[in-house]
C-alpha cells in the first residue's frame, strides 16, 4: 500500500502473555527508532489484501524500555483485534513510527497528587508513567518524584482483567509515594478475591478522602471506558474539581447498545 513503508514500521512481536481467551500484553520491537512520552500511544495495524486497519494502542511500557509494550483487549466482532490476537512471537505488524497523545503526566500545573483512574486495559497509560517514574527513583540524581504522588485505581469484572496487578502492588509496596488500588465488580463470580468491591467510579469518592485528595492539590485522569470516564467525571466535578485538572483518554464510543457495562 501506497506510503505505508515511509510511515510504519515492521514491528515484530517479541513476547505475548495471555491472561484470558480475550486479554493480553504484546512486546514489541518496533523495528526502528520510536520516540514517545509516558501516556502516550502507538498506532498499530494489519494489511490484509490491500487493505490496511489501524488502532491506537496505549503504550504500557516506559521509554527507558527497548521494546513497547501494549495491553490489548479482544473486540470479537472488532475489524482489527480479531486479527491481532491470532499474532503470536515472531510476527509482526505494522507500527506507526510517530507516537500521538496528549495523556501526559501533568508536571506543570503545581498540583502533585495524581489521581489514576481506569478500567482493565485502560491501565496501560499508568503503568507507563509509573514504570518510569519509579526508574528516576531509584537512579540517583533524577529530580522525580519529587513532592509527586500517585495513586491509582483500578477497575475490573475480574481479578484475572488486572493484567499488571503484581507488577504495581510490588512497586506500591517499595514506593512510599504510589498506592494502588483494584476493584473487582462482580464479587460473586471472584469468590476468591479479598480485595476491594465495586467499579472504580463507585470508589472514586471513598479513595479519594482515604488518600486525602483535593481538587486544588490533584489532577485526575481517567482512562478506558468511556461509561466509567462520564461517571468519574462527574463525581469529580460534583466534589469541585475544575475541567483543567480532570484529564480524559477514552478508549472507544459507546454504542447505545452496550451503555451499561464499564468495570
Ligand atoms: C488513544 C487510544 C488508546 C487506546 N489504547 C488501547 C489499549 O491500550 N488497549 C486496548 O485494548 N484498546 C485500546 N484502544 C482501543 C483500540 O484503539 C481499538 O478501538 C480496539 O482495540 C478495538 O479495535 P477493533 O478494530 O478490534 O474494533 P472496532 O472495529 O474498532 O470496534 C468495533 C466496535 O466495538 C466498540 N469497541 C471498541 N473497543 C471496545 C472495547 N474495549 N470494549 C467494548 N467495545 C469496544 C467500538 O466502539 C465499535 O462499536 C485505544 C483507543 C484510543 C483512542
Not at 463470580?189 to 488518600?211: C, P, Q, S
Request: hydrophobic residues 35%; proline residues 5%.
Amino acid at each position: 500500500m501506497a506510503g505505508a513503508a515511509e510511515k510504519h514500521y515492521r514491528a515484530r512481536i517479541v513476547d505475548r502473555r495471555d491472561f484470558s481467551k480475550d486479554l493480553c500484553v504484546l512486546r514489541v520491537d518496533p523495528g526502528g527508532p520510536f520516540e514517545y512520552r509516558a501516556g502516550q500511544y502507538a498506532t498499530l495495524g494489519l494489511e490484509h489484501d490491500g487493505v490496511r486497519i489501524e488502532r491506537a494502542y496505549s503504550i504500557a511500557s516506559s521509554p527507558y524500555e527497548d521494546v513497547l509494550e501494549f495491553f490489548v483487549e479482544l473486540v470479537p466482532h472488532g475489524d482489527l483485534t480479531p486479527a491481532l490476537f491470532q499474532l503470536n512471537a515472531g510476527d509482526t505488524v505494522l507500527c506507526r513510527k510517530i507516537a500521538k497523545g496528549r495523556f501526559l503526566l501533568d508536571l506543570r500545573s503545581g498540583r502533585t497528587n495524581h489521581l489514576l483512574i481506569s478500567t482493565v486495559t485502560g491501565v496501560a497509560p499508568f503503568v507507563s508513567y509509573v514504570r518510569t517514574v519509579y526508574r528516576d527513583w531509584k537512579s540517583r540524581g533524577n529530580p522525580m518524584p519529587g513532592e509527586n504522588r500517585f495513586f491509582c485505581l483500578q477497575g475490573a469484572s475480574y481479578s484475572f482483567e488486572f493484567g499488571y496487578r503484581e507488577e504495581l502492588e510490588r512497586y506500591a509496596s517499595d514506593a512510599p509515594w504510589f498506592k494502588y488500588i483494584p476493584t473487582v465488580s462482580r464479587p460473586r463470580e471472584n469468590v476468591e478475591w479479598t480485595g476491594e468491591t465495586g467499579r472504580a467510579d463507585d470508589l472514586l469518592r471513598k479513595y479519594a478522602e482515604v488518600w486525602g485528595l483535593r481538587p486544588d492539590t490533584t489532577t485526575a485522569y481517567l482512562c478506558g471506558h468511556p461509561k466509567m470516564i462520564e461517571k468519574s467525571r462527574g463525581i469529580l466535578e460534583r466534589a469541585g474539581w475544575k475541567k483543567d485538572a480532570v484529564l480524559e483518554e477514552a478508549f472507544f464510543q459507546v454504542a447505545s447498545k452496550q451503555a451499561g457495562g464499564a468495570a
